[in-house]
């Protein structure tokens, strides 16, 4: 299972990766998840102590790292496409509740074209993680399409987009549809969350084709308590958690 969250700002997509990755550590599964998001907080969502959180350095920020591997440094341009990265996640990420965290960070200057080391280092990392044939991989984008420009995740099986019911959530979906599709990612399912009832369940079903709708998560303020109290919704919310065991079912049924 190698799946990467995506959606607009806000949604819910750390805390239906942080609850996913739990649920598969609970069935024993080694389960990496890789922040990818500049304002990282997939940490808190699983409920890593912030002494280690503290402790984590993005990757996309290790600069000795990056120049030691690529062979790129102040006074030299030239650098490998292919650094040696096979240890990386390993070696850098931290374990705690069953689940490896892996913060990538991202390369904030971006851009459709750009090769900086930075990037070439992340989109090699996660390439990578795609041969780790019998882990679960969870990746918590950056809001937004910009990561799907620069193809960063188009190695992933599946694009998970978390929406809200709402107009604009939709069309996010649209887009992110669209452009997996350019990338040659050929799953892209949904998940509505913070739905407050049959009405939104019903502009769901009426906006998205059954065959990409994972399911629904309600709008739940134990989900807001976790979030206050700096804990994982899967320790505090037991009906987020048999929601989101629900939509796990979905996924595993058609991987
Ligand atoms: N089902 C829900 N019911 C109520 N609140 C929710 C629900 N899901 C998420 N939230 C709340 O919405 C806020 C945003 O959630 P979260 O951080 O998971 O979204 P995100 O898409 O990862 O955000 P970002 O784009 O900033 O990374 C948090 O305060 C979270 O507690």
């Given at each position: 299972m190698k799946i990467a969250i995506t959606g607009k700002g806000g949604v819910g997509k750390t805390t239906f990766a942080a609850t996913l990755a739990r649920l598969y550590a609970e069935e024993g599964r080694t389960v990496l998840a890789a922040d990818v998001d500049p304002d990282a907080n997939l940490g808190l969502a699983l409920g890593f102590p912030e002494e280690i959180l503290d402790s984590i350095t993005p990757i996309s920020k290790m600069r000795r790292l990056i120049e030691e591997r690529t062979g790129a440094g102040p006074d030299n341009q030239m650098y490998k496409l292919n650094p040696k990265v096979d240890d990386i996640p390993d070696t850098y990420s931290k374990v705690y509740n069953g689940v490896k965290?892996?913060?990538?960070?991202?390369?904030?200057?971006?851009?459709?074209?750009?090769?900086?080391?930075?990037?070439?280092?992340?989109?090699?990392?996660?390439?990578?993680?795609?041969?780790?044939?019998?882990?679960?991989?969870?990746?918590?984008?950056?809001?937004?399409?910009?990561h799907l420009g620069r193809g960063t995740c188009e190695s992933m099986e599946q694009f998970v987009v978390v929406i809200e019911p709402g107009a604009r959530s939709v069309q996010t979906y649209k887009n992110v549809k669209r452009l997996a599709e350019d990338l040659g990612v050929k799953k892209v399912r949904v998940v509505a969350n913070k739905v407050r009832g049959t009405e939104d369940e019903e502009f769901v079903r009426s906006?998205?084709?059954?065959?990409?709708?994972?399911?629904?998560?309600?709008?739940?303020?134990?989900?807001?308590?976790?979030?206050?109290?700096?804990?994982?919704?899967?320790?505090?919310?037991?009906?987020?958690?048999?929601?989101?065991?629900?939509?796990?079912?979905?996924?595993?049924?058609?991987?």
């Amino acid at each position: 299972m190698k799946i990467a969250i995506t959606g607009k700002g806000g949604v819910g997509k750390t805390t239906f990766a942080a609850t996913l990755a739990r649920l598969y550590a609970e069935e024993g599964r080694t389960v990496l998840a890789a922040d990818v998001d500049p304002d990282a907080n997939l940490g808190l969502a699983l409920g890593f102590p912030e002494e280690i959180l503290d402790s984590i350095t993005p990757i996309s920020k290790m600069r000795r790292l990056i120049e030691e591997r690529t062979g790129a440094g102040p006074d030299n341009q030239m650098y490998k496409l292919n650094p040696k990265v096979d240890d990386i996640p390993d070696t850098y990420s931290k374990v705690y509740n069953g689940v490896k965290l892996l913060l990538l960070g991202t390369v904030e200057t971006g851009g459709g074209g750009c090769v900086c080391p930075e990037h070439v280092m992340l989109k090699r990392i996660i390439n990578h993680l795609i041969l780790r044939s019998n882990d679960v991989v969870i990746m918590d984008m950056e809001a937004g399409l910009e990561h799907l420009g620069r193809g960063t995740c188009e190695s992933m099986e599946q694009f998970v987009v978390v929406i809200e019911p709402g107009a604009r959530s939709v069309q996010t979906y649209k887009n992110v549809k669209r452009l997996a599709e350019d990338l040659g990612v050929k799953k892209v399912r949904v998940v509505a969350n913070k739905v407050r009832g049959t009405e939104d369940e019903e502009f769901v079903r009426s906006k998205i084709p059954a065959e990409d709708l994972l399911g629904f998560i309600h709008y739940n303020p134990e989900v807001i308590d976790a979030d206050r109290q700096g804990k994982s919704p899967y320790d505090v919310s037991e009906s987020a958690k048999e929601e989101i065991r629900k939509i796990k079912e979905i996924l595993d049924q058609s991987n």
